[in-house]
């Protein structure tokens, strides 16, 4: 893939046998907004969920002078027309409106409602638009229900995606902190699915670099999806949410305290472990540790990378299949009567509460075996994306760098659970459907083996440390802000 930009610089970025252009942001960039939306006076923001907000508050403060009004639409009565009036947002400034509106009225209309409600609204959103505006997405769900119900998008408007490599809080977040640090925020995704005046790609960027992006690489958004509904069913969520409950368990069956196995495994997790990878690499949690750690790694190494496989293998062929994205639109009627509870109710997680409460930073340690167990899983999420012909970035991103550096410091902040708890209606479906595969597998076959001293194969262990994602890392580890996101 490749692209052309009429406004903003392109960068050609070597990652290990592959070039990959990018964007580089700042806001340094944002006198180009003008030309990037030339001809744009209006950018409707559809919705108020997780990336709303934020996306709506950014667009906002970085075209501020511009002339380009940032609008607000929602569902009439919506409660979170109060949390948009808070932020600043009104009708008696003409910021503020019913939904199907605002998509009327809009130059480019950025869809960020729920993805159920995306499948059941699409054809009226699509009614709304004008000839010749734009749809933006920050998700490719959409394409994936059009692709599963035998429907297209209008041929008359552009179809553009930005997607950020992490969620609202943490988009909104670090842009607030790149008023300090310039380039501070968080990696987006873009593609264009439909360009017909030639403008398409240009708004992305322009989209993109508003939004505070340190930098926006190249996707399609069959490829977005894919990679995201399997990310986030995976290391990003669900698959931490089951290791951490898999690994409290077996550490207190081993003799520890509640308080200790909590502490040496969801603390070192998304502590140590986490910040390790962000600023260093995955090889050098590895390479930090003593002989014996680094034994204790590998056999977890080795035990827990096949079983997780197996399972990561199985959610990319749901995903791909369209089979996930059935279910997330199956669950919305279900959900009206059987509304989705809390996790945090259980011991794992109060003890964790009691455990943050008198948080110590500087003993939190680096548990060999969840560290084992932890990147085994990460690198086999990655090999399957990198054997279904991912590009590196979209690999890189989705398993590792949105995982480490914006939804593990919110889960070192306020819990596992609390994520799992507020996250989007397609993430937590996935998570809850998903985490209790990982735990199980875990449990039963990866654990069983260590315990029964089965030799674990020297191969996964060669193929760790040889891995081409490395190099990507270090690619990657150069364009990264020198801020850290700060939860509070």
């Not at 108020?48 to 934020?54: D, F, L, R, T, V």
């Not at 229900?145 to 992490?166: E, M, R, S």
Request: aromatic content about 8%.
């Amino acid at each position: 893939m490749s692209f052309t930009s009429k406004i903003f610089g392109i960068d050609t970025v070597k990652m290990s046998d592959r070039s990959e252009q990018i964007v580089k942001g700042g806001r340094h960039l944002f006198p180009l907004l003008p030309k990037a939306f030339a001809g744009v006076k209006q950018i409707g923001v559809i919705g108020w969920g997780s990336q709303g907000p934020a996306q709506a508050q950014n667009l906002r403060d970085s075209l501020e002078g511009t002339g380009i009004k940032v609008k607000i639409g929602l569902r009439a009565g919506s409660k979170s027309m109060d949390d948009a009036r808070k932020a600043g947002f009104s009708e008696s400034n003409g910021t503020l409106g019913e939904m199907f509106a605002v998509i009327k009225e809009s130059d480019i209309a950025l869809l960020l409602i729920a993805d159920g409600a995306q499948g059941e609204l699409f054809p009226r959103v699509f009614e709304s638009l004008r000839p010749g505006a734009t749809l933006g997405l920050s998700h490719g769900f959409l394409l994936g229900h059009l692709k599963n119900v035998g429907a297209k998008f209008p041929a008359n408007i552009n179809v553009i995606a930005v997607c950020p490599k992490g969620m609202g809080p943490s988009v909104r977040r670090l842009y607030v902190q790149g008023k300090e640090v310039n380039g501070a925020g968080i990696n987006a995704s873009f593609a264009v699915e439909q360009d017909i005046d030639g403008r398409a790609t240009d708004y992305a960027l322009g989209w993109s670099v508003a939004l505070g992006s340190p930098y926006t690489f190249q996707t399609t958004l069959e490829s977005e999806y894919k990679s995201d509904i399997y990310g986030e069913r995976g290391i990003l969520l669900g698959a931490v949410h089951g290791i951490i409950e898999s690994l409290y368990r077996r550490f207190i069956a081993q003799g520890m305290s509640k308080e200790a196995a909590f502490l040496n495994s969801a603390e070192s997790i998304t502590g140590p472990i986490s910040k390790t990878i962000s600023k260093r690499g995955i090889r050098a949690v590895y390479e930090g540790l003593d002989t014996a750690g680094k034994a204790e790694f590998d056999q977890a190494y080795t035990a827990a990378y096949p079983p997780a496989k197996e399972v990561l293998a199985e959610i990319y062929d749901e995903v791909s299949s369209g089979n996930e994205i059935r279910g997330v639109v199956l669950a919305g009627e279900r959900l009206k009567k059987h509304p989705m509870g809390k996790i945090d109710g259980t011991e794992t997680w109060k003890v964790g509460a009691a455990v943050r409460a008198k948080r110590d930073e500087a003993k939190i340690p680096v548990h060999p075996f969840a560290a084992g167990v932890y990147i085994a899983t990460m690198m086999a999420q990655i090999d399957v994306l990198l054997e279904k012909g991912h590009p590196y970035s979209e690999a890189a991103n989705e398993s590792v760098i949105e995982s480490v550096d914006s939804l593990n410091p919110y889960m070192h902040a306020r819990g596992v659970a609390y994520m799992v708890d507020n996250c989007s209606t397609t993430a937590r479906l996935g998570s809850r459907k998903w985490a209790p595969r990982f735990d199980y597998l875990l449990t039963q076959v990866a654990y069983v083996n260590v315990d029964e001293n089965r030799p674990g194969d020297s191969a996964l262990l060669d193929a760790f440390k040889k891995n081409i994602i490395h190099d990507v890392l270090a690619v990657c580890a150069e364009l990264r802000p020198s801020v850290d996101i700060s939860v509070s």
